[in-house]
């Protein structure tokens, strides 16, 4: 019988075949976390402590790794679960905020952000983000527009404290935890109605599934900035929020744990069961448009706002724009690419950025290069990324 | 177990866990025992007489004060490493109210420390002397007390039993009543006592008429009259064995709690009857050592024997004392000023509650200057609660404009502060006019004025009610009102 989780458990099943056992473990753990299913968590869990077992030991035997995929895999697809329809959940209208001190002023800006999807927040520093993202939070007064939540928990409702509790805001630096890892989960799971028995299961599979197993007897000072940042992403998952802002998640992260973040939130969002609205501030351009169903460009408080292209729709004759980065002066990158329809250069932190007219092809392009045996080391096509925003 | 029972606590009441009532209750419980079984322990029969009902030795006090901070702080360490209302979690309708309850549960238990060492003195005296037992020697040193005389004042032929003390000419020994210098001389009493002394019978043990030992509760005690019908009836009969036989009791009884003695029943029996008139012949000293040589060979430390029962009289009867309650209510008047302290630094930021704890020396200092500058009453009560309304009206209108967030923080917090001084400066301003008001009727009459400004008259003969009452008004007020001013203040937006 197709199920619901068929396609998730085909993947999941899909990366332990390949091998790709770390991946496969997360997903696993997601759709796990999709049943919101006590006897599903304890058997998963079961699982995570012999697979710990497993690969804590040097050549570690997982031979038995398949078989326990599957028979997990089958528990899972027996569940019902509740999907939740899509929906926006935070709409705001022309917002704008000028401080009193300084000459800085976030320019009116409409945004909606939708469950399932995440939305980039880029831009350089002092120009924004970090007051957009405040502004969402209710922690500052827009001086003009509204904005309107629309959560589907109804208790969120009832008072701005209810709505604040359904969303969740994780500044930069995160706060100091005091007392146990585990208990500050375990309260905050309390709090959001997991009581008893479900409570120690739910901060379990939170935890495992952000990769926290071993850092659970840890204090907050042992533990490094970006797990830091981790357990704070556990903390507010155990809340199961609808609305997730975040402030420069990535400042402090090496780039495979910004990448593995940033794909975790983009699973985090998609989630059928639980999904949820996500939108973070990031100076990592690239990663984060590659998670981002939108992004906004911030420059000098004004926006732009960058579009994924939707399907069906007219395609619209774009100019081509590539960063490049060659030990060929300005002078010869002219004379290769005036042909191409080369409009503009500009040089920008050891990088050369393109601008050709509208209609030209990357394809030409890269012929031309490989014609001309240019040394190249970086190229990249930024026409659709807010990467076109930072001029030099 | 302690680890279960925490898993339990913060996966089913997070409020108890994080409050960390259960542990601080159980540590609190151990001490207050320990309180108790010191203050058992520290109670025998022959240092009642060394015991104060309503103080205890300061080392005491400084070591109890010192067992509240350890367990503050200690408790301070573990409750506030969580904060879920700062940190938006969900709450029910009550937690904030609950929480603030909590706080006062647990401040009152580690406040009060004391309270179970006098409880253990308390027990333990009644149980070397219970109210019955207490009730009899009482009345049995009261009479025996009429044959061993320490005071000659207390035989003069003047007294009266039953004459209020007002109307009572009372003979003071120390006194000349024939000194020809003394100024009053002609006064109407001085004549009365000049003459009387004169008399062969001016001092007769036929004129006892005290209770010695004048405790609170009157009513289970034997009444001056009683005695002095006993005396005269034993007297007048020569019942010299029984005399004899009562003062042996209260020598007994001295004994029993190691008061100084040296009386000799059957000398002290025979002194009422060395003349017809019953003279006081001889006196008893109240101190082991007299300069003069001359001086009685009888002794009774009588003030030791009445602190003795004082102390277990008060012990048998603490809840009806005045200062049993006044000292509780100042414990939880203290218990209500933490308790607020500490509410605040759970609901507002860090900012907020060190502005507002400087401020609020800051206005201690310049409303002391005030006071002293212009040594009006009046006009510092005024100004205080217009300083009130002031920073009220303020922080609410902030509040509810959504404006000023740290400035409505800080006002909120002051007018918590105040709060549970309002009503008292309120009723000292009323009690101050009224001492202060007109007489009406020209000659100062209580009741008349009592009865012209009838306000003023209630407010001070019930202060006690209004201290009582405004305590329980700031409770209710901080737990249900301001808690949801606190609510609304932080979900303001910071500008």
Redesign the interface.
């Known amino acids: 019988m197709e199920t619901i989780y068929n396609p998730r458990l085909a993947e999941v099943k899909a990366y332990f075949d390949n091998g790709d056992t770390h991946l496969g473990y997360r997903r696993l753990l997601d759709a796990a976390i999709e049943t919101q299913n006590e006897s599903v968590f304890a058997d998963t869990l079961a699982f995570c402590d012999w697979y710990d077992g497993a690969t804590a030991q040097q050549n570690g035997n997982l031979d038995a790794l398949p078989a326990k995929v599957t028979d997990l895999l089958q528990v899972i697809d027996h569940v019902p679960y509740n999907e939740h329809t899509p929906g926006i959940l935070l709409s705001a209208r022309g917002i704008s905020k000028k401080y009193h001190k300084g000459n800085f002023s976030l320019q009116p800006l409409d945004i909606s952000l939708q469950s399932g999807e995440i939305t980039g927040l880029v831009g350089e520093n002092g120009n924004g983000k970090t007051t957009l993202l405040r502004l969402l939070y209710g922690e500052l007064k827009p001086d003009a527009g509204h904005i309107h939540y629309q959560l589907s928990n109804r208790s969120a409702q009832k008072s701005f404290y209810d709505t604040k509790s359904q969303l969740a805001f994780i500044p930069q630096r995160p706060p100091t935890w005091h007392a146990a890892l585990m208990d500050n989960l375990q309260l905050a799971a309390t709090h959001f109605g997991q009581q008893g028995r479900a409570n120690f299961l739910w901060t379990e599979m939170i935890v495992a599934r952000m990769g926290l197993r071993p850092f659970r007897s840890y204090t907050w000072s042992r533990i490094s900035s970006g797990y830091k940042m981790r357990f704070e992403l556990a903390r507010t998952l155990v809340k199961k929020p609808e609305i997730l802002l975040l402030d420069e998640p990535l400042a402090n992260l090496d780039v495979l744990a910004q990448q593995i973040i940033l794909e975790d939130l983009r699973f985090i969002a998609q989630s059928k069961s639980m999904p949820m609205a996500v939108i973070l501030s990031s100076q990592q351009l690239y990663e984060v448009e590659k998670v981002s169903t939108q992004v906004i460009f911030l420059q000098k408080g004004w926006a732009k706002m960058q579009q994924p292209a939707q399907q069906g729709s007219t395609p619209v004759e774009t100019p081509l724009i590539m960063e490049l980065e060659t030990t060929a002066t300005r002078e010869q990158l002219r004379e290769l690419f005036g042909a191409s329809g080369l409009q503009r250069i500009s040089f920008n932190g050891g990088i050369y950025i393109l601008y050709f007219a509208g209609g030209s092809s990357l394809g030409d392009i890269l012929q031309t290069i490989g014609r001309a045996g240019l040394p190249v080391k970086y190229l990249r096509d930024i026409s659709a990324s807010s990467r076109r925003f930072f001029d030099a | 177990m302690l680890k279960k029972l925490n898993q339990y606590l ?3 009441y ?1 409020l108890l ?2 409050t960390r009532i259960v542990q601080v209750l159980l540590v609190n419980a151990i001490i207050h025992l320990l309180f108790f079984f010191g203050g058992w322990v520290s109670v025998d029969a022959h240092n009642l007489q060394e015991k104060d009902y309503y103080f205890y030795r300061g080392s005491l006090t400084a070591f109890s004060v010192l067992c509240s901070i350890v367990v503050l702080i200690g408790w301070l360490i ?1 409750y ?3 904060n ?1 209302f700062k ?5 029910g309708k009550w937690h904030l109210t609950k929480e603030f309850a909590l706080i006062l549960l647990i401040v009152f238990s580690s406040i009060t420390f004391l309270e179970s060492y006098g409880y253990g003195e308390r027990t333990k005296a009644r149980r070397i002397t219970n109210y019955t037992q207490l009730v009899q020697e009482v009345n049995t040193v009261n009479l025996a007390k009429a044959f061993i005389p320490t005071d000659k004042s207390d035989y003069f032929i003047l007294n009266h039993c039953g004459n209020g003390f007002d109307e009572k000419v009372a003979y003071v020994r120390a006194v000349d009543y024939e000194d020809t210098l003394n100024n009053d001389r002609n006064d109407t009493n001085f004549i009365k006592i000049r003459n009387a002394m004169r008399r062969t019978d001016a001092f007769s043990y036929l004129h006892y008429c005290q209770t010695w030992a004048n405790l609170d509760d009157t009513l289970s005690y034997r009444r001056n009259n009683q005695i002095t019908h006993t005396v005269k009836d034993w007297i007048v009969n020569k019942r010299k064995d029984s005399i004899t036989a009562s003062i042996k009791q209260a020598i007994a009884i001295c004994k029993k709690y190691g008061i100084g003695t040296e009386l000799d029943a059957a000398a002290l029996a025979a002194l009422p009857f060395v003349d017809s008139n019953h003279t006081i012949s001889r006196l008893v000293r109240i101190n082991d050592y007299d300069g003069d040589l001359n001086a009685s060979p009888y002794y009774l430390d009588e003030y030791a024997l009445n602190r003795t029962f004082d102390y277990l009289d008060r012990c048998s009867t603490h809840s009806k004392t005045v200062g049993h309650w006044a000292r509780l209510l100042l414990e939880l008047y203290f218990m209500l000023g933490i308790g607020i302290l500490l509410l605040c630094y759970r609901r507002f930021s860090k900012k907020v509650f060190l502005i507002s704890i400087i401020g609020a020396g800051v206005w201690c200092i310049v409303l002391g200057m005030v006071a002293a500058g212009t040594r009006s009453e009046t006009g510092l009560g005024i100004l205080y609660l217009f300083l009130f309304g002031l920073f009220t009206a303020i922080a609410l209108a902030a509040l509810y404009a ?1 404006r000023s967030k740290v400035l409505a923080g800080v006002l909120l917090n002051w007018h918590i502060y105040m709060i549970p001084t309002v009503f008292v400066a309120i009723a000292f301003l009323i009690v101050y006019n009224y001492n202060h008001a007109p007489h009406l009727y020209g000659v100062y009459d209580s009741a008349r004025h009592c009865m012209d400004y009838p306000i003023g008259c209630w407010v001070e003969n019930n202060f006690e009610i209004i201290a009582w009452g405004n305590l329980v008004f700031s409770l209710l007020y901080t737990g249900f009102i301001f808690n949801r001013f606190a ?1 609304k203040w ?2 303001m ?3």
């Open positions: 913060l996966t089913h997070p866990w994080n573990f506030l490493r969580n879920a940190s938006f979690y969900q709450l959504k609510k932080h979900i937006p910071d500008e």
